[in-house]
């Protein structure tokens, strides 16, 4: 281990990468300034022998055995249940609103509108009034009672058919010409091979597993509330916020989120579940729980929006590209307002360093719940419509697509993936093998490309994590920040371990209580690189707390003592963990680690890089399209808890795979209301649909904080259903530009090449 | 859900003449009918369950006269494993037990509840929508609406497709069915089972009230009978077959000298195609099975939407009767 720093002292580390296989390695020297006090940089030549290692989710076994409660199980005594009345129109305004008939009703507790009359309506499903009572169906019977009634207008839930929406041809290309573009279009006068074309996905709902929703009680003045949410502050301040009027200030509110059944980015708020929950459990002066139902999660909860981009392009005569133009359109439902409503579609940009590039986005409006963030949001329907269009680009020009990418990919990590990856996938021999002009099933390759920066930050004010040290040997690490299943307690406990120098077993890990010291909202992968600082801080304080005890104990100076096997001591006289952790007092060991901002100076990779390759058979008499398997080179920094890492990208590409052939939402034009809002019909990749996995993370040291991980729940999630498309281009002679690859199109795309 | 009296009948005269009550439903597993009353689609006064009645209306057993009697309760995984159906002729109906949902809900389903089951049409199974099945309104929405997964052919006025995996297979092999009602017991053709005008408003099954599917019943095979079952879907797992066919054929030969053709999920009710006859005194190849599939899709209307499902009902039917006489 290396010595702590001193004050303001440069620190002279490694960072950088080992290659993978045969791939050479990447290594260098750097100074940092770590800040006063923080604990100092584990690099690339660190020792470590918890983090990183194959261990289980710490709460693993408490998940698979339903020990750990979500707050779909919060039960309490004297629990009513709750549930809304939704609107039935897509758009209008809300004229009647009479609750009494509810109020009356046997096993009703408390009613409350959610709407003003006179408020409009903005989508089906659009929240009137809630209701809690003793059970859901005397609930279901009250809100069957409430009379709402509305003045309709005309909607249209189709974005593409909006005023402002571009025309597309019988082949769905946008018939409409591109905005002038000279030197662009110079550069593409000039290429050897160009292509245009257009692309679309459509909207994914989220389809966490745990509803959103919350139980509420309140005592006295105190509010504490259950929420399955990504953002426990966040949700902490927007209740105190929304409920000052009942005299309620933010500290008298505690929010719990121990166990999060997932969220994909539509958890940070409360949402009008959350305060509606609240208020009833005010009303009734009861505890009362209120979890949306699967209709309710497709229909109210947020998606991701349904895209269109179109891209033209040109190479030149050595395959590099030089121009490169998007447009591209988002569909994110009603609150699209000035062509902004979070639809945006991102590209990769490291491919046209050398090229004339433009990019123009609008998002289009329709009658619909509002889009919410995704996992990486915009970036898997971009990366979609670009990677399938460099594809197409280069089968016109001969050139396979592997040697494209590595043509034109400016970056260097990402070239040695790719290299690598398409080693141990067998990319050269699986693209050269022929399907027989008569097979019923085709084989296909493909290949796609991804990136995310995040190497997490401070917060400001600083993230915080509790270490303790109690005197029978445990170790309590808290953060208030959620876990919303991506391992932040696993990530906990293996870094506190391992500055301590101990079996992870000792360590206990809370999350998700705002008693404990705040953390960020779960988003843009953040949790893991601005929290692994930070719990590593409070454990190297805690140290060195012990080895003054420990010190005194030996008649040692405490900056000889050191931790670890399972020891603490000198280099001659050692005590075991549990012998050291006897001589703390009847009060633990207690302090608060905090973020430090990252280094300054550049990090020796400001972004995150991976790959991925698949293999699919496609049955050209059905048009199905079965994914065989796929391989994914990662990287996410400092790699914490490896299987809980490598669990990131399975479902990531898992997901990606559900979205590139299943996931779809399917709306009534005429009624407005989405038909296939369940689990039955909103089709989700199954367990029979698993395809061989592959998973390669590779550890790259960015020299940007003590304990430099970087995110990871997101960048594997934009390459997955790229990969799938271009792989069934490769298997058909013809690509389907519009995600999902359903039968239908399959079969269209087949007749088209006949 | 709306309070219901819960009936556990201890024979089956018990159920029969509780059946016969107003307002009173049949529960088999329960897969269709408590999700159609949660929905409040359906809200009887009484539900009678079958299931204390298994010893009687349950398993699976070879009869007297070399046919396999299927009890209506028998679950579909008991089908997908019972030595009695381990045979070639029966291998469709193997299949199509085997390819149904998901293993959970096969240890649950019965034979009886996935023949009657109600159709998984989208506007047909929400509250929210009115239309012209089981005469909740005027029309059939799904024709000017969304209708991916609706028939292309055999309908009127309602869309609908009839999902039940079974009954193809069961409908290839000509099996019967035996109902009780007001202590009188009868024995049908299945063909009689479904109703040969599916209109919107009529129901979905010829069964009068309170009438109790007791047993399914499989003639004797010849030893050369074979039958295969194929479908297509979106996915592996979970999924709800866009077509299916299953084919009987009994080979003398190498000549094809009994074929039956039954296409599933494309109409509102089970359909057997005469296109079969074109294999009589064939031998079974590639292009005959091709003209097979394209005649048994002859009179097909596609919807706005469902066109595709012609292309692969073809295929499918291809693939049934290419497994059929490997
Ligand atoms: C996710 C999912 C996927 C599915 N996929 C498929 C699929 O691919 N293929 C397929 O075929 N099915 C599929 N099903 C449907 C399932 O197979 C049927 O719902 C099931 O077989 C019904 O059997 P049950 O015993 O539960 O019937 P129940 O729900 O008990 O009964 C169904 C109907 O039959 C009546 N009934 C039941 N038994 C009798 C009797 N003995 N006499 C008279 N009337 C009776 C009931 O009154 C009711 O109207 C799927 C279901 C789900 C939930």
């Known amino acids: 281990m290396t010595a702590p720093a001193g ?72 629990l009513l249940q709750a549930a809304i009345l939704r609107a039935p129109i897509a758009r209008g305004k809300l004229v009647q609103l009479e609750l009494d008939a509810a109020r009356a009703m046997p096993g009703i507790a408390a009613v409350v509108a959610l709407k003003n009359v006179g408020s409009r309506v903005r989508f089906v499903g659009d929240a009137i009034a809630a209701v809690a009572g003793a059970d859901l169906h005397r609930v279901r019977d009250a809100l069957a009672a409430i009379r709402a009634d509305y003045e309709v207008e005309p909607h249209n839930v189709d974005w593409l058919r909006g005023e402002d929406a571009p025309l597309l041809d019988a082949d769905g290309e946008i018939a409409e010409p591109w905005p002038e573009a000279v030197a662009l279009e110079g550069a593409l006068a000039l290429a050897a091979t160009t292509h245009g074309a257009t692309y679309r996905t459509e909207v994914q709902t989220h389809s966490s597993l745990e509803p959103h929703g919350a139980t509420a009680r309140w005592q006295g003045e105190d509010l504490e509330v259950w929420s399955s949410t990504q953002a426990t502050f966040g949700v902490r301040g927007e209740l105190a916020q929304a409920l000052k009027g009942r005299g309620l200030r933010v500290g008298a509110v505690t929010v719990h989120a121990e166990y999060v059944g997932g969220g994909f980015g539509s958890k940070f708020g409360a949402g009008v579940e959350g305060l509606a929950c609240c208020l009833l459990a005010h009303a009734a002066k009861a505890p009362v729980k209120l979890m949306l139902d699967r209709f309710e999660e497709h229909t109210t909860a947020g998606n991701r929006p349904a895209a269109l981009l179109q891209l033209r392009g040109g190479l030149d005569a050595e395959g590099r590209l030089i121009a490169w133009d998007v447009r591209s359109y988002g569909g994110c439902g009603f609150n699209v307002e000035r062509g902004d409503g979070g639809g945006n579609v991102a590209v990769p940009d490291y491919y046209t360093r050398a090229a004339k590039t433009r990019r123009k986005h609008t998002d289009l409006p329709a ?61 050269a021999a699986a693209r050269a093998r022929p399907n027989a002009p008569d097979a019923r099933f085709r084989r296909g390759v493909g290949l796609a490309s991804a990136r995310w920066s995040q190497l997490g930050s ?7 994590v509790q270490c303790r040290i109690h005197r029978d040997g445990s170790v309590e690490v808290r953060s208030g920040a959620q876990d919303i299943g991506t391992g932040l307690k696993t990530v906990l406990a293996l870094i506190a371990a391992e500055e301590l120098g101990i079996d992870p077993k000792l360590v206990q890990a809370f999350t998700g209580h705002t008693g404990d010291p705040s953390g960020p909202g ?49 280099r001659t006289q050692r005590l075991a963990w549990a012998e050291a952790c006897k001589l703390i007092g009847p009060n633990p060991i207690d302090v608060r680690g905090q973020r430090f901002p990252n280094y300054g100076g550049k990090p020796f990779s400001a972004s995150v890089c991976g790959c991925q390759f698949a293999e699919v058979e496609v049955d050209t008499w059905t048009g199905q399209v079965r994914v065989l398997r796929m391989l994914a080179v990662q990287d996410c920094g400092l790699v914490i808890a490896k299987k809980l890492a490598e669990s990131q990208v399975l479902g990531a590409m898992l997901q990606g795979i559900s979205f590139a052939l299943h996931e779809q939402r399917i709306m009534d034009r005429q009624s407005g209301r989405m038909l296939n809002g369940d689990f039955l019909r909103y089709k989700i990749l199954g367990s029979a649909d698993v395809p061989e996995l592959d998973c390669v993370l590779m550890t790259v040291h960015n020299g940007h904080s003590s304990t430099p991980a970087a995110g990871l729940g997101e960048p594997p999630a934009v390459a997955a259903p790229a990969a799938v498309a271009t792989a069934v281009f490769h298997a058909l002679g013809e690509p389907v530009r519009h995600l999902p690859i359903t039968p239908d199109k399959v079969l269209a795309a087949l007749a088209r090449r006949a | 859900m709306q309070p219901f009296t819960y009936v556990l009948p201890e024979n089956l005269s018990q159920a029969d003449a509780a059946a016969r009550q107003p307002d009173t439903v049949l529960k088999g597993g329960g897969i269709d009918l408590v999700d159609r009353m949660k929905e409040r689609l359906q809200t009887p006064a009484r539900v009678v369950s079958l299931l204390p009645l298994r010893a009687e209306l349950g398993g699976i057993a070879v009869e007297a006269d070399g046919g396999v009697r299927l009890g209506a309760l028998a679950t579909l995984a008991e089908l997908e494993r019972h030595p009695a159906l381990a045979t070639p002729a029966l291998a469709g109906l193997r299949e199509a037990a085997a390819s149904t949902a998901s293993p959970q809900l096969r240890n649950r389903a019965t034979v009886a509840g996935n023949l009657l089951q109600f159709t998984r049409c989208w506007y047909v199974r929400s509250e929210a929508f009115r239309c012209v099945h089981g005469g909740r309104g005027p029309t059939c929405l799904a024709v000017t609406g969304d209708n991916r997964y609706h028939a292309v052919m055999g309908y009127s006025d309602c869309v609908r497709v009839h999902p039940s995996n079974l009954a193809p297979p069961l409908l290839a092999l000509d099996a019967e ?15 009689e089972l479904f109703p040969s005008d599916p209109r919107g408003q009529a129901p979905e099954h010829t069964l009068a009230a309170g009438e109790i599917v007791t047993a399914l019943h499989v003639p004797p095979q010849p030893a050369s009978a074979r039958t295969s079952y194929a479908e297509s879907r979106e996915k592996q797992s979970f999924d709800w077959a866009t077509t299916a066919c299953a084919v009987r054929v009994v080979l003398d030969g190498g000549v094809i000298e009994a074929a039956t053709v039954v296409l599933g999920a494309v109409a509102p009710v089970p359909l057997p195609r005469p296109a079969a006859r074109l294999m009589l005194g064939q031998k079974p190849s590639a292009a005959l099975f091709q003209k097979v599939a394209d005649a048994a899709f002859t009179g097909a209307l596609p919807l706005s939407q469902n066109g595709y499902k012609v292309t692969v009902g073809k295929a499918i039917v291809r693939e049934a009767l290419e497994r059929a006489t490997r």
């Not at chain 1, 919410?372 to 979609?384: D, E, K, T, V, Y």
């Open chain 1, 7 to 78: 004050p303001r002292d440069g620190v002279e580390i490694t960072v950088g990468y080992r290659g993978l296989g045969g791939m050479p390695d990447r290594l260098e020297a750097r100074a940092v300034e770590p800040a006063e006090g923080d604990a100092p940089p584990w690099d690339a030549n660190t020792p470590l022998r918890q983090v990183g290692g194959d261990h289980d989710r710490v709460d693993g076994l408490a998940k698979a055995s339903g020990r750990a409660k979500y707050t779909s199980d919060v039960n309490l005594p004297g």
């Open chain 1, 522 to 570: 779960s988003g843009g992968s953040t949790t893991t690189p601005s929290l692994s600082p930070a719990v590593r801080h409070a454990a190297f304080l805690a140290r060195q707390q012990l080895a003054g005890f420990v010190a005194t104990h030996l008649g040692a100076d405490a900056a000889e003592i050191d931790c670890r096997d399972g020891t603490v001591g000198t």
């Open chain 2, 177 to 191: 069915y035996t109902t009780v009602l007001e202590g009188k017991t009868r024995r049908r053709k299945l063909a």
């Open chain 1, 367 to 427: 009658d619909t719940d509002p889009a919410r963030a995704m996992r990486a949001p915009g970036h898997p329907q971009g990366w979609f419509g670009a990677e399938l269009f460099l594809d197409e680009l280069a089968h016109k020009a001969g050139i396979d697509p592997l040697e494209l990418r590595l043509r034109n990919d400016s970056q260097t990590m990402r070239q040695d993936q790719w290299r690598f990856g398409a080693e141990r996938f067998g990319w």
């Open chain 1, 458 to 464: 401070a917060g400001r004010p600083p993230h915080g």
